[in-house]
């Protein structure tokens, strides 16, 4: 029996999906489970029991799941990419041998593979390519000015047409809603993403944020929820990466188990020090704790200057890369009171420390 069915899951949140992938079995368990699955990633699957007959439809789909039972029925099609063979029998030898023959990526046994495959399956629904540059920005010391640099970054990324989003680690800052002026913004706060479990979807979790200054912001509210699980933490920023972009980190001082998951996913992060000399000794006890997660560490000076102090000689005693200076924009002593947020006079000093450091960070990442 040869037919098309196509199965409608729930309306997807993110937009700009790409096609679904393609099932070829007989074996209606396994239909239904992968049907369960695509379901639970967003996607929209086509279903044939065999190469389908459409001219182009094997070759153009993002993803083909081909049940073992159907194997042998795809063994002439033409090789490909992204070919998976889903099968149940884990003691089964011939599943390799199978596999080889049409030319399959990977073997995947459910039930066990079932979450690697849900990501599979919502990574090419998301149309997934170059993740977010993902910065993290963290002070030398209370009151460094770390989160007026996060938040002068996103909106410097925004203003140059990146697609941006802010992230605030920090649950007992007070929130970068409220920096930003959005604390009234309609959109989910870090408590109702702490009962995430598995991978969340990165056009769902974009949408559900308020949009602030062109840029998407996921911040704290004022309630008593100040903790979120670890593995919620490492499937929401995960997502935040998925869409491209930048993201951008603003890091509390202290790592624990959550602010590991955003360090291990950082590309790189700054470390802002105001250059006097106790600054500069807490820094370097705030640079070790998160050098043993993070891989690239750079630290940016933050004036007035003590007497024998200057950026070079603040990055020299602590062993860091050196950023550079970074501006004071007036009227930004209170921020969240100025209607201003930082960053936004896009001729400032600020913002054009924030356009050079994208600059070069773009460039870095391309090369890399």
Do not use: K, N
């Amino acid at each position: 029996m040869a037919g098309t069915v196509t199965h409608d899951p729930p309306p997807a949140a993110g937009g700009g999906r790409q096609g679904g992938p393609l099932i070829v079995t007989e074996d209606a368990g396994l239909l239904d489970d992968l049907l369960r699955l695509c379901a639970a990633a967003g996607a929209t699957p086509e279903v044939h029991h065999g190469v389908p007959e459409r001219r182009g439809s094997w070759e153009a789909a993002p993803l083909v799941l081909v049940g073992d039972d159907a194997a042998r029925r795809v063994r002439g099609a033409a090789r490909r990419r992204g070919v998976v063979l889903v099968g149940r029998d884990q003691d089964d030898p011939g599943v390799w041998r199978r596999a080889v023959e049409i030319g399959a990526d990977h073997v995947l046994m459910l039930p066990d593979g079932e979450q690697w495959l849900v990501d599979r399956i919502a990574d090419v629904a998301e149309g997934v390519g170059r993740p977010a540059l993902t910065v993290g920005v963290l002070g030398g010391r209370g009151g460094a000015g770390a989160s007026t640099l996060a938040c002068a970054l996103a909106v410097t990324s925004a203003r140059e047409g990146l697609r941006t989003l802010l992230v605030d680690a920090d649950p007992l800052g007070g929130g970068l809603d409220v920096v930003l002026g959005g604390e009234t913004a309609d959109g989910l706060r870090w408590p109702a993403f702490a009962a995430s479990r598995g991978r969340v979807g990165g056009g769902a979790l974009e949408e559900s944020l308020p949009e602030l200054h062109s840029l998407r912001v996921l911040s704290w509210d004022r309630g008593d929820c100040v903790t979120v699980p670890p593995q919620a933490v490492r499937a929401v920023l995960a997502a935040a990466r998925r869409g491209g972009g930048a993201v951008v980190v603003d890091l509390p001082r202290r790592v624990d188990s959550g602010v590991a998951e955003i360090l291990a996913q950082l590309d790189l992060a700054l470390l802002v020090v105001p250059a006097e000399l106790r600054a500069v000794a807490a820094a370097g006890r705030v640079a070790s704790a998160v050098g043993m997660v993070l891989r690239d560490l750079r630290v940016a000076v933050r004036g007035p200057y003590a007497p024998g102090l200057d950026d070079r000689e603040v990055a020299r005693l602590l062993g860091l890369p050196l950023v550079g200076d970074v501006p004071v924009e007036p009227g930004l002593q209170h921020p969240s009171g100025s209607g201003r947020p930082p960053g936004a006079a896009g001729r400032s000093p600020l913002a054009r420390f924030c356009r050079e450091f994208w600059e070069r960070a773009l460039v870095e990442a391309r090369a890399a």
